[in-house]
């Protein structure tokens, strides 16, 4: 039915193999940790799609494990909990899901919930991607633009003749524009 | 601008919230004052306070005002903290009077340096550092496991060890270090990192910034680093090998004499004869806990014998290959629970004294020590290095050389911890006795 991975987290026997046989039913491919430190080396050997991440996970502070996997981007955290009142609200604003599951969990509502974060985490990780790629080529457009500045100064040129010159340097050197650019700026 | 200036605007441009103010007490544990940034000024005028009487082998309560002075050559960002901003800069520790504590691990080697610096030589190091990478258990303690039971998950082998490692070197380049290897080693989940070679108090403080770093990435990729040196029997320990060289104030290498048979300058043998004659002595610095002295056994490409020699690697000293600019001596002892800063104010400190007396070395051995039976060491007159903490400290008691380079109070205060060490192993029953003698008697 699907191809995502989701790793269960949860120092709780039966409830990682309540929600791990849950989703089995929906093809998901699966993969379970007992405790902080074996959830962050399942992670970062798999990469799963979603991680179902109990808040009283043993031998860490699961807010601390959800935020280095995060952080790292090995993955996305959905955070489930026996009790509200365990849950940071501040925190969980951080995240990339700001939602979380109350147990007992319901069939469906895992159901919708899973597939809904893996669908928000991929939309999410897509626009993250496309911002780093915008910002630094953002980044490049500047340091061209100072480069010019730099060459019109020095050569008398005009802008345009400016942007040829670094142009035939680039083709020259084999070399991308921000990095010529780089090169002039830096003297 | 002056220096502190500078920094102030670089740590409000770096947006840097948090400062840990970083010193390391003798036992070679880091410790912090964290302040925000708002309190830098006051830190960079030394007017920083802690409790000295709360430091582990510093003052006795009634004169516990210590101040810390920071040194700003080593302001450094850390890499890996997200939430907020966090940055360090390694401190000296001053008394209340305003005089450098004589406590500080960090002063003692200063003042050894500032010997070699009046002879005319300045002190370089290059440090190979081993660690192992364990796995934690559920509760989150460090077991010894540098695997997951693969049957229980369906995991891709996947290296996570060394994904750590690349990690490691990662932030440690974003932290100013010139990375030279990083490598697996002999024994299963263990790893080596070498850095560029340094001035001996860079390198120490290197060693103590390497030492934070493996540890954090470690815990982010899920697994346990440790320093210890023999976390396992029947397997390799680490080590923490010394490369040292002498350099003149001019900028030449004065360990390297082409006239030389092997190459090496007087001065190169009168240090390396210092540093052999008072091996015994600076052992219990170099290797400072009980558990160093099992890795210091036949077999494990650990020294054992106090020799040198310019080809094999069984010696306690071995000269690399390499010359002309790059001669150095290897010390092979030191293993990484020791404080560096002592550790090499005690090592600097013996070679000095053999240049000072112009001592000269023993002749080089060139076979196998491991293979060399009794009465050939005894005809060569080569001795051991102690075979326990208790031996090491009494070696240290008796070498004046090796007490100067620490000073009285550091002298005093490490004895005493060394020898409670001793004596607490001593009384515990371990389980090799219980599985030897519980059936046997």
């Known amino acids: ?187 | 601008m002056n220096s502190k200036a500078l920094l102030l605007e670089k740590a409000r441009e770096l947006e840097v919230e948090f400062i840990h103010l970083q010193f390391t007490d003798i036992l070679g544990v880091m410790k912090n004052v964290s302040i925000t940034i708002e309190q830098l000024p006051k830190a960079l005028d030394n007017e920083i306070m802690f409790d000295g009487s709360s430091v582990d082998g510093f003052v006795r309560i009634e004169e516990s005002d210590m101040y810390l002075a920071p040194d700003l050559s080593t302001f450094a960002v850390l890499p890996w903290a997200n939430n907020y901003k966090e940055a360090r800069i390694i401190c000296d520790v001053y008394d209340s009077s305003g005089t450098p504590f004589e406590g500080c691990p960090r002063n003692a080697l200063k003042k050894v340096l500032k010997e070699a610096n009046d002879l005319g030589y300045i002190l370089n190091v290059g440090p190979e550092c081993e660690f192992f990478l364990f796995h934690t258990d559920e509760a989150g303690e460090p077991s010894l496991k540098t695997h997951d039971n693969a049957g229980y998950f369906d995991l891709a082998p996947a290296d996570l060890g060394g994904n750590a490692r690349k990690d490691m070197t990662l932030v440690l380049k974003q932290m100013g270090f010139e990375i030279e290897a990083s490598h697996h080693e002999v024994a299963p989940g263990q790893h080596e990192i070498d850095f560029k070679y340094a001035d001996a108090l860079a390198t120490a403080d290197n060693i103590m910034t390497f030492k934070t770093v493996v540890r954090t990435i470690a815990q982010r990729h899920g697994l346990h680093a440790t320093f210890m040196p023999k976390p396992k029997y029947g397997i390799n320990g680490s080590g923490m090998h010394i490369n040292m060289s002498l350099q003149t104030l001019e900028g030449k290498n004065a360990f390297y004499d082409e006239s030389d048979e092997l190459k090496l300058s007087k001065a190169a043998y009168h240090f390396l004869a210092g540093v052999l004659k008072h091996a015994k002595g600076f052992a219990a610095i170099t290797n400072p806990t009980v558990n160093s002295y099992k890795r210091l056994v036949p077999g494990y490409e650990a020294p054992v014998l106090i020799a040198w020699s310019a080809s094999n690697r069984s010696p306690l000293i071995r000269i690399p290959a390499k010359r002309g600019n790059s001669t150095r001596i290897e010390l092979r002892n030191p293993d990484p629970s020791a404080n560096p800063y002592l550790a090499l104010a005690a090592i600097l400190k013996a070679g000095l004294e053999g240049i000072n007396n112009s001592i000269e070395p023993p002749a080089p051995v060139s076979s196998n020590l491991y293979h060399m039976d009794k009465a050939e060491m005894e005809e060569r007159g080569i001795e051991g290095l102690p075979v326990n903490l208790y031996e090491a400290v009494q070696c240290l008691s008796q070498d004046e050389v090796v007490k100067e380079a620490l000073g009285k109070h550091i002298y005093e205060k490490f004895a005493d911890a060394a020898l409670y060490e001793w004596n607490e192993y001593s009384r515990y029953v371990s389980q090799w006795e219980i599985d030897r003698y519980l059936k046997k008697f």
């Open chain 1, 1 to 187: 039915m699907n191809n995502y991975s989701v790793l269960v987290a949860d120092s709780g026997e039966t409830s990682r193999k309540h929600i791990y046989n849950l989703l089995m039913k929906r093809g998901y491919k699966l993969y379970q940790a007992t405790d902080g430190a074996g959830t962050i080396r399942i992670a970062r050997s798999i990469n799963p799609d979603l991680i179902i991440m109990d808040v009283d996970l043993w031998g860490c502070n699961a807010q601390e494990i959800a935020r280095i996997i995060e952080e790292d981007r090995l993955s996305t955290v959905l955070f489930i909990t026996n009790s509200v009142n365990k849950i940071n609200n501040d925190m969980l604003k951080q995240m990339n899901i700001y939602a979380y599951l109350l147990k007992p969990i319901n069939q469906e509502q895992l159901y919708q919930m899973v597939e809904f974060s893996i669908f928000n985490a991929k939309k999410i990780s897509s626009l993250s991607k496309k911002i780093e790629k915008l910002e630094s080529s953002l980044e490049g457009r500047k340091k061209v633009d100072r480069a010019k500045g730099i060459l019109m100064d020095k050569l008398k040129v005009t802008e345009n003749e400016a942007y040829m010159i670094l142009r035939r340097r680039s083709m020259d050197k084999c070399k991308s524009m921000e990095e010529v650019a780089e090169e002039i700026i830096k003297g």
